[in-house]
Nanobody, 124 residues
Framework: QVQFVESGGGLVQPGGSLRLSCAAS????????MGWYRQAPGKQREMVAT???????NYADSVKGRFTISRDNAKNTVYLQMKSLKPEDTAVYYC??????????????????WGQGTQVTVSS
């Protein structure tokens, strides 16, 4: 069974930066459209950044130019570098894989069970 363990969240001031990490188990990692998702209080979970099955990247408009997704296949780890953080980025961040290949951010279907996530709070 695939498991995801997220880390790296915290409290940061507006304009600050954070780097999130996600360790994934199993052989899924090398071929899957791994991505980052977030859920703010009272809102649905949304995909914010992902690799596609073709190896390209896809970002939500709200984070484009500020967030960068990367991966280390040898470590089965995917990262999310976040800069110029805004209060509206406050959410619990999760990683998972999209069974549809990561091409349509709003139409994802998560492959595995959700981990506990990591809380990101942007506040002064």
């Amino acid at each position: 069974q695939v498991q995801f363990v997220e880390s790296g969240g915290g409290l940061v001031q507006p304009g600050g930066s954070l780097r999130l990490s996600c360790a994934a188990s199993g052989s899924i990692f090398a071929v899957a459209a791994m991505g980052w998702y977030r859920q703010a209080p009272g809102k649905q979970r949304e995909m914010v950044a992902t690799f596609t099955s073709a190896g390209s990247t896809n970002y939500a408009d709200s984070v484009k130019g500020r967030f960068t997704i990367s991966r280390d296949n040898a470590k089965n780890t995917v990262y999310l570098q976040m800069k110029s953080l805004k209060p509206e980025d406050t959410a619990v961040y999760y990683c998972n894989a999209d069974v549809h290949g990561g091409y349509v951010l709003a139409g994802y279907t998560a492959f595995g069970s959700w981990g506990q996530g990591t809380q990101v709070t942007v506040s002064s």
